[in-house]
């Protein structure tokens, strides 16, 4: 019988959850950055082999909000560990051994779903470290960029899954919409190109995507909270949202496999971040009272 379920990915903020996605899929479907918090929804990625089938979610990174946007991105963090049949609690390696999931996450009690603890970056480490850390139960040593431990990481998942029929077809790498990755790749380089605070201001939404045309069009529309952001993003004479449309457009076709003539726009919704209204018009959930 094969195995399938959901696996979640969780841990603090930059610890290499995207980069672990993105390997373990084999394709480039969450956005990485050196900025902390660059994940702000979950992201589902599918990795199918002969007898097992994991639905995994990268979740935002597990943080004490400030404000409501952060609310949300921990409820989404919360809500995909109650979800999970399988929890890959992915830590940095070079911090050493992290406190529990419980602790780190401030749940009032333990995960239903088993937990296989990662180490991520452990390339980073010498080979005495290496040892020491790897003596551990239940941790495996893993550095999602290099792919260093990843199919044994793997192997003990594909283990711990339910025995179940595959739940997508075999070909299926993302239950996610086109749409919703081309959002991410606009907001991910203006997190590349962008410094300081205006990347954390800015939300993407893709109002037309039309398919059949030649090339490809696409209108998207960058949100930012201020018209001083505004100003920043579209740059002396256009120069900056032209940068941001030429390096974008080459990540979304690289994404559709086809040529893409992709129309960006530049928006003020003030305060965003915190109303709730702007947060559910971007498909952000605020939390429901459970796992705070």
């Not at 399938?4 to 373990?24: C, E, F, W, Y």
């Not at 086109?178 to 939404?205: C, G």
Request: neutral net charge.
């Amino acid at each position: 019988m094969p195995r399938a379920g959901i696996v979640t990915v969780a841990g603090k903020p930059n610890v290499g959850k995207s980069t672990l996605l993105n390997r373990i899929v084999g394709q480039k479907l969450s956005i990485t950055s050196p900025k902390p918090q660059s994940t702000r929804d979950r992201i589902v990625g599918i990795h199918t082999t002969d007898n097992a089938q994991m639905v995994i979610l990268d979740t935002p990174g597990l943080l004490n909000p400030k404000y409501p946007l952060q609310q949300a991105m921990r409820s989404t963090a919360v809500r995909a560990l109650d979800e999970a049949d399988v929890i890959i609690y992915l830590a940095d390696a070079t911090e050493g051994l992290p406190p529990s999931l419980s602790e780190a996450a401030e749940l009032s009690a333990p995960p239903p779903a088993p937990v296989i603890v990662a180490l991520n970056k452990s390339d980073a480490l010498n080979s005495v470290r290496r040892e020491e850390l790897a003596s551990h139960d239940g941790v495996v040593l893993i550095s999602a960029l290099t792919g260093d431990g990843v199919p044994d990481l793997m192997t003990r998942v594909a283990r711990l899954l339910p025995e179940s029929p595959f739940l997508y077809p075999e070909d299926e790498i993302s239950t996610q919409p086109v749409r919703f990755f081309v959002a991410e790749l606009v907001r991910e380089t203006v997190l590349e190109q962008l410094h300081d605070e205006v990347p954390y201001s800015v939300a993407v939404q893709v109002e037309e995507y039309r398919e059949g045309s030649s090339p490809l069009y696409i209108r998207a529309v960058i949100y930012v909270e201020r018209e001083s952001q505004k100003a920043i993003i579209v740059g002396g004479k256009g120069a900056r949202i032209k940068s941001l449309g030429e390096a974008a457009r080459k990540k979304i076709e690289a994404l559709v496999g086809e040529k893409v003539y992709l129309d960006l726009w530049v928006k003020v919704l003030a305060n965003w971040r915190k109303n709730p209204g702007s947060l559910s018009r971007f498909g952000y959930q605020l939390a429901t009272g459970k796992g705070k």
